[in-house]
């Protein structure tokens, strides 16, 4: 969907989306229940905290957004790569060995342009690509987010993350589901021909493979 699409919205069509959003998160955020299910390991001694953090750690900082910086930078220094990432983007992004299960769901890649922009959302959740962005982030899953990302993209953008796009910039909001997960390549950022594919992992941020960043 392009914010061109949307019609303009008065204050009560926006109060009763955001309540809408709000009660689908209340009805169907796994996060509860997660935590629950926790307590109850542990309670049980079936797992320990020391493992929960183990494994929050792990998606944090080694399998989560590391993962996909190297997907990007791959794509910003090799055209075939790219061009097999946006066509499949499973198979290119499993040609680098990170590990997706594909029986559960597949993942798009889109390309941010001087002309486009993407961004990513899960409107009735918080379905996300952990393998390759690690955990999402708390804003990822508020009805807030959820919300304003669909009807007014543009000024959640500016107003919340600082990315502040010229009106001639047409803004493309994508609904992951629990069977599609979406993930944004974005733009390689000037001056950075003389850096190797290492050097340009440190230059993508996960904010801007979920869209709400832009690095050029």
Same mark, same amino acid.
């Given at each position: ?14 109060? !009763? ?30 797992? #320990? ?6 494994? *929050? ?13 190297? *997907?990007?930078?791959? +794509?910003? #220094? ?12 499973? +198979? ?16 798009? *890649? ?20 952990? +393998? ?9 899953? !508020?009805? #807030?987010? =959820?919300?304003? *990302?669909?009807?007014?993209? =543009? ?8 990315? /502040?796009?010229?009106? /001639? ?6 609904? !992951?589901? #629990? ?8 733009? =390689? ?28």
């Amino acid at each position: 969907m392009s914010d061109r699409d949307h019609p303009p919205y008065d204050e009560s069509t926006r109060a !009763s989306i955001d309540e809408t959003v709000e009660a689908l998160a209340k009805e169907y955020d796994p996060e509860p229940r997660a935590r629950a299910l926790q307590s109850l390991l542990i309670e049980k001694e079936l797992l #320990s905290t020391d493992a929960v953090d183990a494994v *929050v750690s792990t998606y944090e900082r080694e399998i989560g957004p590391l993962n996909g910086a190297k *997907v990007v930078a791959r +794509a910003w #220094s090799d055209e075939e790569y790219r061009r097999q990432l946006l066509e499949d983007g499973m +198979a290119a992004i499993e040609r680098l060995d990170v590990e997706v299960n594909g029986d559960v769901m597949e993942i798009e *890649v889109l390309e941010n342009t001087p002309d486009t922009h993407n961004v990513v959302v899960c409107t009735l959740c918080s379905c996300y690509p952990w +393998a390759v962005l690690g955990l999402p982030p708390t804003w990822y899953k !508020s009805p #807030s987010y =959820r919300s304003r *990302v669909v009807r007014e993209p =543009r000024a959640l953008l500016r107003e919340e993350f600082g990315v /502040d796009l010229d009106e /001639d910039v047409e803004i493309n909001v994508w609904d !992951s589901t #629990s069977e599609l997960r979406y993930m944004v390549l974005p733009q =390689r950022p000037p001056e950075t021909e003389h850096l190797d594919e290492s050097e340009l992992v440190e230059r993508v941020t996960r904010d801007s493979m979920i869209g709400v960043d832009r690095l050029a």
